[in-house]
């Protein structure tokens, strides 16, 4: 008997949505036209009726976030070294300084009390991450927004679907970026969205969609800012409205998921591996990745090398931003952040997708066991 290669996640496109966009194909419409409208309007309807917007990607949508707070060249940003590195390169594309503050080592996610102790007069903004969709605690963060006078982008490219305190992220708060890329728990296969605060900045986040470019009467064509080509397309928006029918399935799935892998490892999994299980949050959080922190011995290439001979992929989310090249050039160095140091070098993401079965858990559990053992 072969085993099939599980992989660590697998967008799952159903026939409806194959169809969906085989019909804009035919339609003579291809790009931005109905089906972003109706997407634009599902996503606001989720988000308890704030305005949304689309777009190409879930990295624009920070770096527009970014523009519409204002900030720009001699503006700190502060945001946390375990992210995928969109969350610091928009920061350095809109010409500002990226600040980053240590990871608290449960979460995973930036430490509030090092995240305000790094503001300083110039700090314009935060961009907080809910690494595999935990968000951080809510009210600190916006608290500490209201004290220091500070926007708020939210990178919550993970956490389509998580909630604090019932509500769900993106209901409430500042800008909040959503993404849309073929792993997360909804796709458009690449796309994203962001919450705005108002009508002004909805105008704004449209003009840097598209090139600046306003429109009115039959040909009044004005360009007054410098925008991009950041729109999504109706051929994405098909693929992002038959996903997003599924979201509250998909989530329901994925934390029973999470669950079973806590069942199966057990309560004496890290104690006898000495790796650290994700925090048993299933309140909040969406489960978009199911992360283990491996122990000191085994490095994460042996355990990928050795998962992967059991037919297992293993992701790895994310060795530390501020010790890539360009921000290693930018003064940044080992010893800063010895948490997100040790994290970043040792965390890996364990398969969790919603077409996953019961037993698929179970092979991997005992996969991961066999390998630390
Ligand atoms: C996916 C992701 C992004 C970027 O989104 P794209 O749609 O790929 O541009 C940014 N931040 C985090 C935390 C992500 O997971």
Redesign the pocket.
Known sequence: MTTAFLPFAKPVIDEDTIRAVGEVLRSGWITTGPKVAAFEAQLSEYLGGRIVRTFN??????EIGLRIAGVGPGDEVITTPI??V??ANVILEVGATPVFADIDPVTRNIDLDKLEAAITPRTRAIIP???AGLPVDMDRLYDIARRHNLRVIE????ALGSTWGGQRIGSFGDLV?F???A??NITSS???CLVLNNADEAKLAEKYRLQGVTRSGMDGLEVDVLGGKFNMTDVAAAIGLGQFAHIDRVTARRKELARLYFDTFGSDFEARFGAQLPPANFEDSNW?MFQLVLPETITRADFMTQMMERKIGIGY??PCIHLLKLYRERGFHEGMFPIAERVGQRIVSLPMFATMTDEDVERVVGAVESVLS
Do not use: P
């Open positions: 990607s879930g990295t624009c949508t920070l992210s995928w969109a969350t991450v809910y690494l990178d919550a490219a993970q970026s993404s849309f890329q792993n997360k690449e796309g994203g978009h989310h994310y």
